[in-house]
């Protein structure tokens, strides 16, 4: 089994429950979301979040304005929608469901 492969394949399937639980409390620019995730160590780069940003806006579960910067160009800060508040939910029962099942079988 190719470490690497498995923990890259692990991550990118909760990234997008990921950057829903960020944007859960407020709204956020890209940059804040790549520091957050940064702060929990789950180290992603641009090339990955901008299109996963893409693809949540393109579905739906997220909406963005632009903000003035105090420090430079307007940024685009992103937010859930409802749609993306339901998604999250969903994410959240599973994700715990699935965590259970995981602690079952390590305890076992």
Same mark, same amino acid.
């Not at 739906?60 to 940024?75: A, F, I």
């Given at each position: 089994? @190719?470490?690497? %492969?498995? %923990?890259?394949?692990?991550? /990118?399937?909760? $990234?997008?429950?990921?950057?829903?639980?960020?944007?859960?409390?407020?709204?956020?620019?890209?940059? *804040?979301?790549? @520091? /957050?995730? /940064?702060?929990? *160590? $789950?180290?992603?780069?641009?090339?990955? =979040?901008? !299109? &996963? &940003?893409?693809?949540? +806006? /393109?579905?739906?579960?997220?909406?963005?304005?632009?903000?003035?910067?105090?420090?430079? !160009? !307007?940024?685009?800060?992103? %937010? =859930?929608?409802?749609?993306? +508040?339901?998604?999250?939910?969903?994410?959240?029962?599973?994700?715990?469901? =699935?965590?259970?099942?995981?602690?079952?079988?390590? %305890?076992?």
């Amino acid at each position: 089994m @190719n470490k690497e %492969n498995a %923990n890259s394949q692990m991550r /990118k399937g909760m $990234l997008e429950y990921c950057v829903l639980l960020i944007l859960k409390g407020r709204s956020s620019y890209a940059n *804040d979301i790549i @520091n /957050k995730m /940064k702060d929990a *160590d $789950l180290i992603v780069v641009e090339g990955t =979040l901008y !299109p &996963l &940003l893409t693809r949540l +806006k /393109k579905d739906g579960l997220l909406s963005y304005e632009w903000q003035e910067s105090t420090q430079g !160009p !307007p940024r685009k800060y992103y %937010n =859930l929608t409802e749609s993306g +508040k339901e998604a999250l939910a969903d994410m959240e029962q599973t994700w715990d469901a =699935l965590v259970r099942t995981i602690h079952t079988l390590k %305890n076992n």
